[in-house]
Structure formats: C-alpha cells, structure tokens
C-alpha cells in the first residue's frame, strides 16, 4: 500500500470560517430552526446532537458560508482545540451553523472527509494541527484557514482509504449500538423508579405504612477522594490514572490524566461500575466505565454493603438537580454539596419483600448498562490503538477483506 503526501489545500473544495460574534446575539436564538454548533457537540468523531441552540431559517441564509452540511468536516480553532468531527450522511438536521470558534472543511475526491476526520485523530494529526497553536489567554490556532491549508498529511487511494475507513466504524458502530441500547434502558429504569418511589403506583398511588423514611448517608456510604499531589508513583511504579471531573464528565481517563500511586488505600482505587459523584464544581453523577484509577478529591465514591448499586445511584441522581441548585445559590465561584445536605436528602426505604421485588426489575438494567458501556470503553481502546496504525501502514489493508 503506497500514500502520497498533499497539503490540505489540495485536497479540499471549500473551507470556510464561523461568523463573527456579533452576527450571531443572544436574541437571534429561537425555540426551533436551524441549529448551531458548539464545543460539546464536537467531541470525538461524529457530530454530537444532544444539545443545541437553534437561528431561524432567515438567518441562517443570512450566515452562507457559515452553513454546514452532511458530509463536511467542522474544526475548532479556539477554546477546546484539537476538535474535529465529520457531520454524518444520517445527522438529524441537513444543515447547521458553525460558531464564531470553528471553521468548516469539504472534501474533494482525493480523500474521504471520514478519512480526514481519523487522521486527525491520530497523536501525529493532532501535532500538526495544533503546531500553530498560541496559549495565551483564550487557546487558539493563528490564522486557522490559512494555516490549516498549509498542513501536509499522507493519504492512500481511495480504495484503501474505504477499507481502513470500514474496519473503524465497525468499532464506532458498535459503540453507537451500545450507546442507544443503554439510553433506552436508561429510561426504563427511570420510569420504573418514578413509578415505585414517587408515584406508588403499584400500592395505589400511597406509600406502604411499613417504608422508612430516611436519608442518602443511611443508605451508603460517600468516601471523599484524596489530594492526589501528595500520592505520586514511586521509583518504579506503574501510575494509576486519576479520576477528576474532567475525566468523570469525559467518561476516560487520558494520557493526559494526572497519575497517582498504585498503593494508596483501596477505599480510594475506582473501578468499572462503582458510583461516583461529583459534589464540586460540576455536580453529577454516573458509574465509572474507565478502567482503574485513584479517587481524587472533589468526588464521592459511593458504596453500600446494604443496597444494590442501582438503589443508591438512583436516590443519588434523583436529588442530583436539588444538590445543584444549592450550589448554584453558595456566593462561592466552585458550590459544592456538604454531607449535611446528604442527610437532609429524602431517601424511602422500601421492606424487605418490596426491596427485593423492586431489585429483581432495576438490577439486571443496570448491570447491562454497567457492561455496555464497559465493552464500548474497550472497544474505544481498541479502535485507538488501530487506528494510527491503519493510518501509518503498519496494518496493510489492501490484503484485508472487508
């Protein structure tokens, strides 16, 4: 399998930057229309869709070249850089509005924009697209159209290029499968929940005289994470990754995850699927699916040799918007939740026969979402650890049947 070396100037049809700040104001937001790009919805591949604030369809016209398709590529070149992601062929608008952070990219037929998007990915893709990067103040690329133009990257024919493409997104799909199954068993568990702890619908709509009501420490235990500055790896250990909210909101831990000592006390060691929550800053909570790593301060792990973790993780996340509206009240710049807060935190306890009715329904969910999103982490290792080899030739394709 042979590449050739192209700028990027030569290898695409149109590139175009976001509109400056004050075409898109605050009152040019409407309810619903066209929607506009931001940093969260350029993490990882594909364009995320969770969230967006949307322009009128008049507006949008009014923004041309600012207009994104199916099929291009969007770049971020301020705030978080690093970000690229393709708009996919089955995105669920037709068209967006990139932000005044980010430009877009469409590919001519010398290279596929999926092509574009995994090499980019790549430790070598990142170097180059972050060579011209300036730190100061807000992280940004100098002159990001014209220097993004200018960067040379090694490409292999077209048919090559479908193959790697194919052997990777075998990975993404799965992933995506993943994905909508646990959103899906997500909200099982949460009309389940709502029906027997806040509506009683299986008891008439009433509580059962033979609950108690208690609170969230009685039924678990939250263990504080340490300062992890004061537990580095010793002279010939092996670090474990440390777990902050960065890593918590990602979901990973990354190679630029802080390390920490493997000897720390284990009540302080993380794993797949234990219950963490952060009680600073951006408060959440989720179970971990990120492999091993050290507990940093700032969370909670929650444990309980009473409860099923699906009971505690439940209570927890069903105080969770209370807890961040508390927060949000402290006069400090971080609010964080206090362990009287905890306490105070309505938790019903069901008897012992309803307890075990209820967990016979809501544990297998949660063990299946625990186990999904542990097997899309590994499939995420995997296709990273692919994927520069795909792309330097260290995996020959063109002797692979796709």
Request: charged share 20%.
């Amino acid at each position: 399998m042979t590449y050739e070396t192209h700028f990027i100037s030569e290898l695409i049809d149109e590139i175009s930057m976001g509109p400056f700040g004050s075409n898109i104001k605050v009152e040019c937001f409407v309810d619903d229309g066209v929607p506009v790009l931001n940093g969260s919805n350029l993490e990882g591949y594909e364009l995320k869709e969770n969230s967006f604030r949307y322009v009128t369809e008049e507006k949008a016209d009014s923004l041309k070249k600012a207009n994104a398709y199916r099929g291009d590529i969007v770049i971020t070149h301020r705030g978080t850089l690093g970000q690229i992601v393709l708009i996919p062929q089955n995105s669920k608008y037709e068209r967006y509005v990139i932000s005044q952070s980010q430009f877009k990219v469409r590919c001519n037929d010398k290279v596929l924009p999926e092509y574009m998007v995994y090499y980019f990915h790549t430790r070598t893709g990142q170097y180059k697209l972050l060579s011209n990067a300036s730190q100061v103040g807000v992280p940004a690329l100098a002159r990001p159209s014209t220097t993004f133009q200018k960067i040379d990257i090694e490409i292999p024919d077209i048919t090559s290029q479908r193959k790697i493409i194919a052997i990777l997104q075998k990975i993404h799909d799965k992933i995506a499968v993943n994905t909508a199954i646990n959103e899906n068993l997500e909200q099982q568990a949460q009309a389940i929940f709502k029906s027997w702890f806040v509506d009683f619908e299986p008891f008439g709509g009433v509580m059962p005289s033979n609950w108690i009501t208690s609170g969230l420490l009685d039924i678990a235990d939250y263990i504080n994470g340490l300062a992890m500055q004061k537990f580095r790896p010793k002279e010939n250990e092996i670090g474990l990754p440390v777990l902050k909210i960065k890593e918590l909101r990602q979901g990973i831990c990354d190679s630029n995850s802080e390390l920490c000592s493997p000897s720390i006390p284990s009540n302080y060691i993380v794993k797949n699927g234990d219950v963490i929550f952060s009680w600073s800053g951006s408060l959440l909570v989720d179970f971990w699916c990120g492999d091993t790593c050290g507990l940093n301060q700032h969370l909670f792990k929650v444990i309980s040799n009473k409860y099923e973790k699906w009971f505690y993780y439940s209570w927890t996340k069903f105080h969770l918007n209370h807890f961040i509206d508390i927060a949000a009240d402290m006069a400090t710049t971080m609010g964080h939740i206090k362990r009287n807060e905890l306490a105070k935190a309505v938790v019903f306890i069901p008897n012992v026969a309803d307890y075990s009715q209820i967990d016979n329904l809501l544990k297998p969910i949660y063990d299946a979402i625990i186990a999904n999103r542990t097997e899309s982490h590994y499939l995420a290792n995997l296709r990273d650890t692919l994927l520069p080899k795909l792309m330097n030739g260290e995996i020959d394709v063109s002797k692979v049947k796709i």
